[in-house]
């Protein structure tokens, strides 16, 4: 797991439970929840990447404690990240080959570099022509894409799809004139990001992030 997530847990009583506390390898995560539902938002980032223990005790108003079996998990978030822009790359051309060099190839005639517009104040990238509503680009040694800003130049909403292969496709829907930042909350370091806008080469991208 990555990112912030829900722990939920079910107690019940022959008279009324006045309290769970959740646990993480043993310790308290978090505040006693007196009152159903007995959930908890938490931030996984708190906690360090590797196995854990989660869990939750239960007592009712007698003083009575149950503690439910651990279940394991894995913590598994982004550790040092780099940021890709186009400021650096010329403005008005085709985005062919490597970019940066040795980091991402982003194919032929597949991207095009536009100069700022709309809500992009600095270059951003789009599908090379109308028509095109999917396109990839490869990391040149497996990584992980951990989020990528959106922009909607057009004029209907559009669905943005990005998949990567051992990790969950993630879709984004993004209004007209909305500038988003989409995070994949993927855990598996990948090559080839398959990008798909229902709305073409109105959609601009930028700052893509990895590690």
């Not at 790359?89 to 970019?99: E, F, P, T």
């Not at 209907?156 to 990790?167: D, E, P």
Request: overall charge negative.
């Amino acid at each position: 797991m990555s990112g912030p997530v829900t722990v939920s847990a079910a107690a019940s009583d022959d008279v009324r439970v006045v309290g769970v506390q959740f646990l993480l390898d043993g310790n308290n995560l978090g505040t006693e929840v007196t009152t159903a539902p007995y959930s908890l938002n938490w931030d996984s980032v708190t906690a360090a990447n590797g196995p854990h223990a989660l869990s939750a005790r239960a007592r009712d108003a007698a003083g009575n404690v149950a503690t439910a079996t651990a279940v394991n998990i894995t913590v598994n978030n982004p550790v040092g990240t780099t940021t890709i822009d186009f400021n650096a790359h010329q403005a008005n051309v085709n985005l062919n080959g490597q970019y940066p060099t040795g980091v991402v190839d982003w194919g032929t005639n597949v991207w095009w570099v536009a100069s700022p517009w709309g809500q992009f104040t600095t270059n951003s990238i789009s599908f090379n022509r109308a028509g095109i509503t999917s396109g990839s680009f490869t990391f040149v040694s497996p990584k992980r894409l951990v989020s990528i800003k959106a922009y909607n130049g057009g004029t209907s909403a559009t669905t943005i799809t990005l998949t990567c292969a051992g990790n969950a496709t993630v879709t984004q829907s993004v209004s007209v004139a909305q500038l988003v930042t989409i995070s994949t909350g993927w855990t598996v370091a990948c090559s080839t990001v398959m990008v798909g806008s229902s709305n073409g080469w109105d959609t601009n991208l930028d700052d893509v992030t990895y590690n």
